[in-house]
T-cell receptor, first 115, second 108 residues
Framework: EPEVTQTPSHQVTQMGQEVILRCVPISNHLYFYWYRQILGQKVEFLVSFYNNEISEKSEIFDDQFSVERPDGSNFTLKIRSTKLEDSAMYFC?????????????FGPGTRLTVT | AQRVTQPEKLLSVFKGAPVELKCNYSYSGSPELFWYVQYSRQRLQLLLRHISRESIKGFTADLNKGETSFHLKKPFAQEEDSAMYYCALSGRSDKLIFGTGTRLQVFP
């Protein structure tokens, strides 16, 4: 069964550094998402992406964040200058069908630790 | 404001006991409601969604618009049901809004 993959599984970085989190969505999916979960808190929506454009972004997704689909398979989340409060689990998700009732398939997550 | 509330952080039951994980939502409109499950060391995966009215692994959930609830139920819990359960909604957009999750522990 196809799965969403994410790399790396764990990233440690220093405050102020740039990080790129990578995701490979399921191959025929068209809708892509990033969510994050700070330890002990709820999973929060960051951004959705369709047709090479951001569809929606949350208040969290400020100018320090960007997303890109550089080729036909990868979907990346870049944080330009990391802060301590960016430490969290970051989940990528993808969806194939139109209609909001359809399942979003999640990747295993990347744990980002900012020191 | 769009919000999902799961009042219990932890629910502990013995094998064979009934289980009800509570979920209440706040949304002005007709949302889509979902239950996602995360087993130990595994990814989030969809358990069920209200629109399909199905039973998965013995779990059911009924959308009660009057009480704005979408509680997850199972008549007889199994040890393999132990996991983190998240209630989520989507509304006018397809972003998922999650609750804080309930950890279900099923003891033998």
């Amino acid at each position: 069964e196809p799965e969403v993959t994410q790399t790396p599984s764990h990233q440690v970085t220093q405050m102020g550094q740039e990080v790129i989190l990578r995701c490979v969505p399921i191959s025929n999916h068209l809708y892509f998402y990033w969510y994050r979960q700070i330890l002990g808190q709820k999973v929060e929506f960051l951004v959705s992406f369709y047709n090479n454009e951001i569809s929606e972004k949350s208040e969290i997704f400020d100018d320090q964040f960007s997303v890109e689909r550089p080729d036909g398979s990868n979907f990346t989340l870049k944080i330009r200058s990391t802060k301590l409060e960016d430490s969290a689990m970051y989940f990528c998700a993808s969806r194939g069908e139109q209609g909001f009732s359809y399942e979003q398939y999640f990747g295993p997550g990347t744990r980002l630790t900012v020191t | 404001a769009q919000r999902v509330t799961q009042p219990e952080k932890l629910l502990s039951v013995f094998k064979g006991a009934p289980v009800e994980l509570k979920c209440n939502y706040s949304y002005s409109g007709s949302p889509e409601l979902f239950w996602y499950v995360q087993y130990s060391r595994q990814r989030l995966q969809l358990l069920l969604r209200h629109i399909s009215r199905e039973s998965i692994k013995g779990f059911t959930a009924d959308l009660n618009k009057g009480e704005t609830s979408f509680h997850l139920k199972k008549p007889f819990a199994q040890e393999e049901d132990s996991a983190m359960y998240y209630c989520a909604l989507s509304g006018r957009s397809d972003k998922l809004i999650f609750g804080t999750g309930t950890r279900l522990q099923v003891f033998p």
